[in-house]
Each structure stands twice: as structure tokens, then as C-alpha cells.
């Protein structure tokens, strides 16, 4: 029996699909944080470049990948649809559950197929040097790699914490001719300032967006980059989708679940959004996003605006949000604690047309287990997330369904979290009431 499903380097999509138009309710705009107005298109432009911020608002159904980019996507694309057999038979499923392999890319995650595209429209637009923030680590390595593939220049910030606790992601940014800074750092104010209150800071997402921030503003060849939450990043990750799409054609499936783990939202969204249209014609297709009990934005937070960092620097975005001043226990999956969720994920979660799930910690260690047991594979501590909900859609589902999970990256330069897991030392966290009361009470209020 097939397993693994491929396809010739001519079926990389040459379009992403842009969901705005077909949205049942149309996106709530961005606001300034200033004046709470909507935000003109050219506040954005001395962050991003323009063509981002088209895409950001396209009404485009769909949008053409430049050949450049698709050339640096044949290292790795179109990735391959595997169905997890011997995963099926251990749990003796009567489910089909196939699994998108996104890990086969050169930094090991989905992140590189928009890390390229948003360097490749940076050089379009002259820049030569793009600075970001990164927190476990993926982001930047994704950011690094695709400098190096199109000869620009990359500066990361990492948080000083996973700076000190994950020595390799710091050596793999480097390896593609990344610069990278533990934040605070010594290299821009906001790091100064923060240092000479504390020297011993161990830093916050927040704190390294702020300090990528301002090397952006402050140098004319630079631009700010961020690899999740916005709607062009979400567009950007519908390769995945669309080719998941052309390989169940292939083999003659049609999908009833739909599965991915949200962070930022981007790996889930780019995944399950080309199958919007089918959707909306009435398909039962089930949309499911699979998240943290420790940070459990779609589940628990509230649909407002709110700011997407910590120091109110961003625009106003309309998503569920936990409060931009949460700070999320220290799980293992890095990638999952974010405060907020994209807008455009959220506006589909609102409208019922994504099944938010949330899951403990140990349990998707467990999941994780036994899929490596089974298929070999050792997954991110984010992605397991989304393997422990498609163990769980096929105990509950009809028998004979079709499942496909998004296999979002894997674990191997996450072994440490592996070790506190076997030692049994991870805590599964049940936020209090009252902890997302307090953090919902600092959103700006309308
Ligand atoms: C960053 C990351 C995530 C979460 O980010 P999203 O934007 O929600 O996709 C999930 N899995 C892996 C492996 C990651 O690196």
C-alpha cells in the first residue's frame, strides 16, 4: 500500500490564495494606536515594504509567486502527504490519518516558505538587510537561511533566555550569515536602557520586537520582518494548503478534518484556508485549531482589539486575544506563546468555521511518543500539539473519515524538552479565571 504521496517540482503552486475576498464577514480593520482610527496603508511603509502591505490588503483572490521564489522553494517543495499507517494500527483507527510534511525544509518548520517570499519582496523594494526577533529560535533560522539564499544581509534578536538555553539554533542562525544579538542587547536603545535597569535581563518577545523595531527605523537598507500573525503570512503558507489539496485529488480523498497547532496561527491558517471555498459551498470540511491549555487564546481569550506586543507598539488588531500583557507559564513549546492569534484565523474562529481545541502539555509529549514509536519521526514540541488532536478526531470520528494533520516541524534541536518530559518534569498548566480576567483588563477598551 502507498504511503507517501509526492509531487514533480512543476506542481508547486504558482499562486497563493488570498482568503479576503471570500471571507463571510470582512476583516475589522487595523487601527493606530494613537488616534484608534484605521490605518492608512503608508504608516505601515517605513516597517514593510509596499508590496507586503498590498498583499497585506489585497482583494486579489489570488496572488502570482515570483519564479525566484519558487526557485528556492524547489530545495525542499512541494513537501510530501504521508499517511500515518502504522499510527492508525496502534491506536486502531478506523479513521485514515494522513500527516503534511513541512519538516523536510532546510531549517526543519513551515517558517521558510514565507521567510523567502518576504526577503525576495524586500530585495524587490532595495533593501539589503532585514532584523527580526525570535524566540525559540525557528523564526530566525528561517529569516537567516532565506537572506543567504537571496544575498541579503539578516540581524536577529534573540530573547537572552532561549539565547543561553538553545546554544544550536544560535550556531544555525550563524551558519547562514546571520547576525544575532542577545536581547537586550548593546545595539540599540531600548536594549541600553533595559540593560542598565537590569543587567541581568533575560528578555521578553516583546522586548526583542521593540529592539528589531528600532534597528529597522534607524537604518535606510533596513526592514522589519515577522514570521507569523499578519495576513501575508498566512498567504504565504497556502502552499501548503494548495498542494495538500492537489494530493488528496491525486489519490482520490476528500478531507473531513482538517488539522493544525497555532502559535501566531500562520502553519494552521495557510493549511486549512485554500479549502475556505469548498467550505463556504457547503463541504463539510472541519477546520480545527490546536493550542495550549497554558495559553489558550482561541478557547479562552476574548474577540477585541488589541495591541500585538507587549509594548504597545503595533498597530491595533481586532483578534482573540489573552491581553498583550500576558505572560504565558514556560511550556516547552516556545512557538505557542503568543498572547494573540492572526486576525484572519480569529475572523474564521468567530465565524464558526474553525474549531478551536486545547490541549496539556503532557499529553501531547505523549502523542508525540507514540508517533515517534510508530512513524520515527520526532516532532516539535509545537507540532505535537496537532498529532494529540488527531488522535483524538479519530477515536470521536465517524468511521471511514479522513483526517490530515499539518506536520509543522521537527524536533531535533529540541531534545532538551524531550529530556524534562522523560524525567517527568513538565507541569500541565490550568490558567485561573482570574489570572485572564486581570491580563484582559489592560486591553484598551472600546
Ligand atoms: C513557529 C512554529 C509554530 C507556531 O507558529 P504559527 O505561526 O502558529 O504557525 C508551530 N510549529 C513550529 C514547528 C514552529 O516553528
Excluded at 487601527?31 to 490588503?57: M, T, V, Y
Excluded at 499517511?83 to 532546510?106: C, H, N, Q
Excluded at 495557510?270 to 495559553?295: D, S, T, W, Y
Excluded at 504597545?312 to 511550556?331: A, C, D, E, R, V
Aim: charged share 25%; net charge negative.
Amino acid at each position: 500500500m502507498e504511503t507517501r504521496f509526492t509531487l514533480p517540482q512543476s506542481e508547486i503552486p504558482r499562486q497563493w490564495y488570498n482568503a479576503l475576498p471570500d471571507l463571510p464577514t470582512p476583516m475589522a480593520p487595523p487601527l493606530d494606536p494613537e488616534s484608534k482610527e484605521p490605518l492608512r496603508p503608508e504608516q505601515l511603509e517605513p516597517i514593510f515594504p509596499r508590496a507586503l502591505i498590498e498583499q497585506e490588503l489585497s482583494p486579489e483572490r489570488f496572488i502570482d509567486i515570483p519564479e525566484e521564489v519558487r526557485d528556492v522553494y524547489s530545495l525542499w517543495r512541494p513537501t510530501p502527504l504521508v499517511r500515518a499507517k502504522r499510527l492508525e494500527e496502534a491506536i486502531g483507527s478506523k479513521s485514515r490519518i494522513y500527516f503534511k510534511d513541512e519538516s523536510v525544509s532546510p531549517t526543519g518548520s513551515h517558517k521558510p516558505n514565507t521567510a523567502v517570499a518576504q526577503a525576495y519582496f524586500n530585495k524587490q523594494a532595495g533593501v539589503r538587510r532585514m532584523a527580526t526577533e525570535t524566540g525559540a529560535g525557528q523564526w530566525g533560522t528561517a529569516l537567516s537561511f532565506s537572506c543567504r539564499m537571496l544575498d541579503m544581509q539578516c540581524s536577529v534578536y534573540m530573547v537572552r533566555i532561549s539565547f543561553e538555553q538553545k546554544p544550536y539554533r544560535q550556531i544555525l542562525i550563524r551558519s547562514y550569515g546571520g547576525e544575532i544579538y542577545p536581547s537586550p542587547s548593546e545595539y540599540t536603545k531600548t536594549g541600553r536602557a533595559m540593560l542598565q535597569e537590569d543587567p541581568d535581563c533575560k528578555g521578553s518577545l516583546g522586548l526583542a520586537i521593540s529592539e528589531a523595531v528600532e534597528d529597522a527605523v534607524n537604518h535606510e537598507d533596513t526592514k522589519y520582518t515577522l514570521g507569523s500573525v499578519l495576513n501575508h503570512v498566512l498567504l504565504h503558507q497556502t502552499v501548503t494548503g494548495l498542494e495538500t489539496k492537489k494530493q488528496l485529488e491525486m489519490i482520490g480523498e476528500k478531507p473531513d478534518h482538517l488539522i493544525g497547532c497555532v502559535g501566531g496561527g500562520s502553519n494552521c491558517g495557510g493549511f486549512v484556508i485554500p479549502f475556505l471555498p469548498e467550505r463556504l459551498q457547503g463541504e463539510n470540511i472541519n477546520f480545527i485549531a490546536a493550542e495550549p491549555k497554558a495559553c489558550p487564546t482561541l478557547t479562552r481569550g476574548s474577540y477585541l482589539y488589541d495591541f500585538g506586543d507587549m509594548n504597545k507598539l503595533t498597530p491595533l488588531m481586532k483578534m482573540y486575544s489573552l491581553g498583550h500583557s500576558f505572560m504565558p507559564p514556560p511550556i516547552h513549546s516556545g512557538g505557542l506563546r503568543y498572547h494573540g492569534d492572526a486576525p484572519l484565523l480569529c475572523n474564521l474562529a468567530k465565524e464558526g468555521l474553525v474549531e478551536p481545541r486545547a490541549y496539556f502539555q503532557n499529553e501531547c509529549f505523549d502523542a508525540a511518543k507514540l508517533f515517534q514509536n510508530t512513524e520515527g519521526y520526532l516532532p516539535a514540541p509545537e507540532t505535537t500539539h496537532a498529532i494529540r488532536s488527531a488522535i483524538e478526531t479519530a477515536q470521536r470520528a465517524e468511521p471511514g473519515s479522513c483526517i490530515v494533520f499539518l506536520y509543522s516541524g521537527h524536533g531535533l534541536l529540541d531534545l532538551s524538552s524531550y529530556d524534562s518530559y522523560f524525567k517527568g518534569e513538565l507541569t500541565d498548566y490550568e490558567l485561573p479565571q482570574e489570572e485572564i480576567d486581570k491580563a484582559l483588563s489592560f486591553c484598551p477598551n472600546w
